[in-house]
Every structure is written in structure tokens, then in C-alpha cells.
């Protein structure tokens, strides 16, 4: 028995072969055609990322330029923030003042007020002292002629005051210098008693080269009483409305105080 196979005709391999080959071709086409579409497909991608990323450098950009002048701004924002502070510590300091200026006014309000309250009782007391003023001429009207004869003594008297003045003022040229060593006071006193009435007047007189502010006070079955007076040169001080054994003390800075009582 014969095993070998029939070999095949010629053609038959051939029109194989052939077919193979077209096959091989159209698979190739095939594949080319879809590389190719794939190619054009990653083309257009490549393209619009490129656009994108143009795109995003150009907002980038733009983003930059918004950030510099975003720290522009806030580089002036600071420096209107740090001038806007230091306009308010200037006015807090101006406020400042104005409350120590107002504090200042009510104070200088405050002591105008006393002042007129106590100006307002000298008025009431010079009212009263002018009331009393008016009887007392009153009262002289009616003894005038008593009142002509009290003006010759009162006459009498101013010659004896001014002998006694000018020989007081011829002493005192004498005492400054020893005065002026010593704490005594430089004053002279002397009481007079009223025609009409039981009072007496305390003459104060000053031995002093310089005006002298003198303190009084009076002690009596009254109450006390005081005052404050300044003295020219060679000047006196009259106190009235003293009572027998009234108790006056004259004071003044740097020298010993002077007592005396009403009699």
C-alpha cells in the first residue's frame, strides 16, 4: 500500500498564495486606516491642549498682573490703614485735650460761681451798712448842730492827727532800719469811740516802707470775725462796730502777730 499523499496542482498553491496575500493587504489597510484615524484623533487633542494650555498661560498672565496690582493695592490699602491710625491718635491726643481744657473751664466755672455768691453777699452786707448809712444821716440831719460841733472837735482832731502823723512819720524814718531786724509789726493802733454810740473804731496804722497786707480777726460776745486788708505806705486801716473788751489780733506774714483788746 502506497502511504504518500497526492500533491496538489500548481494553481490550486498560487490562487492560495494570492489570497493570503490579499488578505495580508487588506488587514495592513485596515490597520493603516485606523492608525491614521487615531493619528488625526491625537492631532486634534494635541492641538486643543495646546489652545488650553495657551489658554491658561494667557489667564495666568492675566491672573500675575491681577496679583501685582492686587499688592498694589494692598501695599497703598496699608499706607492709607497706617495714616488713618496716626489721624486717630491725633485726634484721641486733640480729644484728649479737649477733656483736660473742658475739666480747666468747669473748674474756672466752679470759682466764678463762689466768687458771685460771695460777691453777691458783700452786695447784701454793703446794702445793709448803706441802710444803716442812711439812718445815721438821718439822725445827723436831725442833730446837725451837735454834728457842726463834732466837726470843729473832728477839726481839732485832724490837727492833732496830722501833728501826731507828721511826728509818727519822723519816728518812722527813725525805726526802719531797726524794723526792718526785728519781727515785730510795724503798726501803731489806737481806739476811738463813736459819739452816738457805744462802738468803737480800731486805727491800724502802718509804719511799714512797703504796703502791708495785715489779717484781723475780731473775738467777742458776737461770734468771730475776720478780715483781710492791705495797708499803703504810711497809710491806716480803720475796723469799726468793736465792742468794749473785744479781743482783736492783727497778723501778717514774717512778723509777730499784735493783740489788743477794746477798751
Same mark, same amino acid.
Request: neutral net charge; glycine residues 4%; proline residues 3%.
Given at each position: 500500500?502506497?502511504?504518500?499523499?497526492?500533491?496538489?496542482?500548481?494553481?490550486?498553491?498560487?490562487?492560495?498564495?494570492?489570497?493570503?496575500t490579499?488578505?495580508?493587504?487588506?488587514?495592513?489597510v485596515?490597520?493603516?486606516?485606523v492608525?491614521?484615524?487615531?493619528?488625526?484623533?491625537?492631532?486634534?487633542?494635541?492641538?486643543?491642549?495646546?489652545?488650553?494650555?495657551?489658554?491658561?498661560?494667557?489667564?495666568a498672565?492675566?491672573?500675575?498682573?491681577?496679583?501685582?496690582?492686587?499688592?498694589?493695592?494692598?501695599?497703598?490699602?496699608?499706607?492709607?490703614?497706617?495714616?488713618?491710625k496716626?489721624?486717630?491718635?491725633?485726634?484721641?491726643?486733640?480729644?484728649?485735650?479737649?477733656?483736660?481744657?473742658?475739666?480747666?473751664?468747669?473748674?474756672?466755672?466752679?470759682?466764678a460761681?463762689?466768687?458771685?455768691?460771695?460777691?453777691?453777699?458783700?452786695?447784701?452786707k454793703?446794702?445793709?451798712?448803706?441802710?444803716?448809712?442812711?439812718?445815721?444821716?438821718?439822725?445827723?440831719?436831725?442833730?446837725?448842730?451837735?454834728?457842726?460841733?463834732?466837726?470843729?472837735?473832728?477839726?481839732?482832731?485832724?490837727?492833732?492827727?496830722?501833728?501826731?502823723?507828721?511826728? =509818727?512819720?519822723?519816728?518812722?524814718?527813725?525805726?526802719?532800719?531797726?524794723?526792718?531786724?526785728?519781727?515785730?509789726?510795724?503798726?501803731?493802733?489806737?481806739?476811738?469811740?463813736?459819739?452816738?454810740?457805744?462802738?468803737?473804731?480800731?486805727?491800724?496804722?502802718?509804719?511799714?516802707p512797703?504796703?502791708?497786707?495785715?489779717?484781723?480777726?475780731?473775738?467777742?460776745?458776737?461770734?468771730?470775725?475776720?478780715?483781710?486788708?492791705?495797708?499803703?505806705?504810711?497809710?491806716?486801716?480803720?475796723?469799726?462796730?468793736?465792742?468794749? =473788751?473785744?479781743?482783736?489780733?492783727?497778723a501778717?506774714?514774717?512778723y509777730?502777730?499784735?493783740?489788743?483788746?477794746?477798751?
Amino acid at each position: 500500500m502506497n502511504d504518500a499523499k497526492p500533491q496538489q496542482p500548481a494553481k490550486t498553491r498560487r490562487s492560495g498564495s494570492l489570497l493570503g496575500t490579499v488578505a495580508a493587504c487588506v488587514v495592513l489597510v485596515v490597520v493603516l486606516i485606523v492608525f491614521g484615524v487615531k493619528v488625526r484623533s491625537l492631532d486634534a487633542k494635541l492641538t486643543d491642549t495646546q489652545n488650553q494650555l495657551a489658554k491658561a498661560k494667557t489667564d495666568a498672565a492675566q491672573q500675575q498682573t491681577e496679583l501685582e496690582k492686587a499688592k498694589s493695592d494692598s501695599t497703598d490699602l496699608q499706607t492709607e490703614l497706617n495714616k488713618a491710625k496716626t489721624q486717630q491718635s491725633d485726634l484721641q491726643s486733640q480729644l484728649d485735650q479737649s477733656k483736660d481744657a473742658s475739666d480747666q473751664l468747669q473748674t474756672q466755672l466752679d470759682k466764678a460761681k463762689a466768687q458771685s455768691v460771695d460777691l453777691q453777699a458783700q452786695v447784701d452786707k454793703a446794702r445793709a451798712q448803706s441802710a444803716d448809712l442812711q439812718t445815721q444821716v438821718s439822725q445827723a440831719t436831725a442833730g446837725s448842730a451837735q454834728l457842726l460841733t463834732q466837726l470843729d472837735q473832728a477839726k481839732i482832731q485832724s490837727m492833732d492827727l496830722q501833728s501826731r502823723l507828721q511826728k =509818727a512819720e519822723s519816728d518812722l524814718a527813725q525805726l526802719q532800719p531797726l524794723l526792718l531786724k526785728t519781727r515785730h509789726m510795724p503798726v501803731t493802733t489806737s481806739f476811738e469811740k463813736g459819739h452816738w454810740s457805744s462802738s468803737y473804731t480800731l486805727h491800724v496804722n502802718s509804719l511799714n516802707p512797703q504796703p502791708l497786707t495785715v489779717n484781723i480777726t475780731i473775738t467777742g460776745s458776737g461770734g468771730t470775725r475776720t478780715q483781710s486788708n492791705v495797708i499803703g505806705v504810711g497809710g491806716t486801716l480803720d475796723v469799726g462796730k468793736l465792742a468794749a =473788751a473785744d479781743k482783736v489780733a492783727i497778723a501778717s506774714d514774717g512778723y509777730d502777730p499784735v493783740a489788743v483788746i477794746v477798751q
